[in-house]
């Protein structure tokens, strides 16, 4: 399969209710976050954008980035109660298009239920001010993937988000190398998968792995190889995101630093440590070395 145009591993959205609290345990892991910006979009009634009752912040990398979203004013709309009630967590995967027309043309020639792209802005946090950060977003059809929000994202104005000083992370991270969901034995993720992301899927003893031709990879473990990969860590949901895996330059730097954060991780191998959901804000998140 050849994806028309090529998409790339984007960013990783993570779900919680208190968003202050899940500042905190990812800044004890090192990530430097953007500051707190409001969250607006469709609202049930309305005919134009209104505030949303969630917030964010993101952890950006010169590839990709992590997004941490919350609850910061209830009394709003909130778009994400269904994913929170299931579990705090990731739950939006998102790839990256250069072109949103033509990725929707490809991607419904692959797959279904997936809707138009969709015009989106917002006010960014930009050095002491804001910005206009302006994109457009292919949405699935929640009803019909099980495994949560996939987005195909075309950014017409990156230079918002990717700021030179966001990038520059405590803990080394310069890239969001991976996404790993865990599935039941049965279940057609990998097949969803390779269907969305246009590449092909390796199957795998554990499950299965995709090499997106843009950019980063999707695996699919099974709850054995999963608890395997992950020795002790909680079993996740499923079918869900369950591990993000994040390059850094240095693994010794980042053992030191959640030493000093009073962090435990758990080392895999010489090239790769992970700490648990519980510091991760509901998923395992996974440190590689470059």
């Known amino acids: 399969m050849t994806a028309a145009p090529p998409l790339s591993l984007d960013h990783v959205g993570f779900m919680v209710r208190d968003l202050d609290a899940a500042v905190a345990r990812w800044e004890r892991l090192g990530f430097l976050l953007s500051r707190r910006s409001p969250q607006m979009g469709k609202v049930p009634g309305e005919s ?3 505030p949303w009752a969630s917030s964010n912040h993101c952890a950006m990398f010169e590839q990709g980035y ?10 709003n709309f909130n778009p994400w109660s269904r994913f929170l009630d ?25 797959i279904d239920h997936f809707d138009p792209p969709l015009q989106r802005l917002r006010n960014a946090p930009y ?14 059809q929640d009803d019909h993937y099980p495994e949560g929000r996939y987005i195909i994202i075309e950014h017409q104005t990156p230079e918002v988000i990717w700021q030179d000083e966001l990038m520059v992370q ?38 299965g792995f995709i090499e997106l031709s843009g950019g980063g990879s999707l695996s699919v473990l099974s709850e054995a190889a999963f608890g395997r990969r992950y020795e002790g860590a909680s079993i996740p949901p499923r079918p ?17 630093l959640l030493a000093d954060n009073g962090v435990t991780p758990i080392i895999r191998s010489p090239n790769s440590l992970w700490v648990s959901p519980e510091d991760g804000n509901g998923a395992v998140i996974e440190f590689i070395e470059a």
């Open 127 to 140: 050095g002491d001010g804001v910005r206009e950060f302006r994109f457009r977003n292919i949405f699935s």
């Open 66 to 75: 992590l997004e941490l979203i919350g609850i910061t004013n209830p009394e």
């Open 170 to 207: 405590p803990n080394g991270a310069i890239e969001l190398a991976e996404l790993v969901f865990c599935a039941d034995t049965g279940d057609d993720l990998l097949d969803r998968l390779s269907r969305i992301s246009g590449d092909d899927a390796l199957d795998t003893e554990a499950g």
């Open 240 to 256: 869900a995101v369950a591990a993000a895996v994040i390059r850094v330059k240095d693994l010794g730097a980042l053992k030191s």
């Open 48 to 50: 134009e954008m209104a």
């Open 86 to 110: 299931r579990f705090e967590g990731p739950h939006i995967t998102a790839l990256r298009c250069e072109n949103g027309e033509e990725a929707y043309k490809a991607l419904s020639g692959r």
